[in-house]
Each structure stands twice: as structure tokens, then as C-alpha cells.
């Protein structure tokens, strides 16, 4: 994941001024979507590997087009808060997965909700 994750930050970041940041978002939002639905059906751990990989993949470009996209919106008087939401919400993010692991003891079934 943390591969991809760094890979993706390379690449995705150059595609996102070239192909503009609301259509680099929708692209990484299918990918990430449609390859950790791979990693939950995945019967093979080299393709669970491989899909793992480009779920950070797609991730990193998402994070990357998110906060360039709202820091254009917001404007420079409020960018420091709207990049604290957003990039703080992550931990929000992370007790919301710990509750639904708590009730979903399969990591099919938890990866297959989470998507």
C-alpha cells in the first residue's frame, strides 16, 4: 500500500495539471473503488498484493487533487482550516473502520464495506 501510495504521489500529481484536478479526483475515486473490490474478492495473495498496491496507488493522487482542489476554493484567509478538516478527518476516519472491525470479523466482508 505505502508503495503505491509513493508511486502514485509521483505520477498522479503530473497527470492531475495536465489532465485538471476534478478529473485526476473522479479517476483515482473509480480506481481505488474498483481495486480494493478486487482485494476483497482476490484468491490469490500475489493479487491481493497487486491490488493492494493500487488502492495507495490511487489514493495518494486522490489526497493530492483533494487539498490542491479545496485550497483553491476556500481562498488564502482560510486554507489553514479547511486543510486541518480535511487532512484531520483521516483520524475520524480511522475510529469509524476500528468500530465496523469490531462488528465485522471478516476482512472480505470489512474491506468489501469500507469500499
Known sequence: LMLGFLVGALMLGNLADRIGRKS???????GMMFFSLVSA???QYSIYILSRFL???FVSGNILSIVVLMSEIVGPSYRGVYGIAVLGSSAIGLLCLSLA???????????????
Open 24 to 30: 485526476n479526483l473522479m479517476l483515482t475515486l473509480l
Open 41 to 43: 474478492i482476490a484468491k
Open 55 to 57: 488502492v495507495g496507488f
Open 101 to 115: 472491525a469490531s462488528y465485522l470479523q471478516s476482512w472480505r466482508m470489512l474491506t468489501t464495506f469500507v469500499t
